[in-house]
Nanobody, 122 residues
Framework: QVQLVESGGGLVQAGGSLRLSCTAS????????MGWFRQSPGKERDFVAA????????YYADSVKGRFTITRDNAKNTVYLQMNSLKSEDTAVYYC???????????????WGQGTQVTVSS
């Protein structure tokens, strides 16, 4: 059974930083792409960032490009999302997901974590 567990969310002031982690179990982590999405109340689940399985190619939503960095440590079965220069509009529940490719479409991912709340105060 595949499980993804996020951590690292919290309350931070605008301009601050947070690092989210997502640890996977139940499948060969290094063989799958990983993605981060976020969702605010009443809104769609939006793509944030993704990283490919082997080459580590990264992809970002325009809204976070230059501020967020996705990385992965295959030895630890963990993907990270470093978030800098946070803005109030970054407030959301952040989810990690695993899939065959680094898609920006949430419907194409197979498994999801439970989410972690990020709140940015202005």
């Amino acid at each position: 059974q595949v499980q993804l567990v996020e951590s690292g969310g919290g309350l931070v002031q605008a301009g601050g930083s947070l690092r989210l982690s997502c640890t996977a179990s139940g499948r060969t982590f290094s063989m799958y792409a990983m993605g981060w999405f976020r969702q605010s109340p009443g809104k769609e689940r939006d793509f944030v960032a993704a990283i490919s399985s082997r080459s580590g190619d990264t992809y970002y939503a325009d809204s976070v490009k230059g501020r967020f960095t996705i990385t992965r440590d295959n030895a630890k079965n963990t993907v990270y999302l470093q978030m800098n220069s946070l803005k109030s509009e970054d407030t959301a529940v952040y989810y990690c997901a695993t899939g065959a490719r680094p898609y920006n479409d949430y419907a194409r991912y197979d498994y999801w974590g439970q989410g972690t709340q990020v709140t940015v105060s202005s």
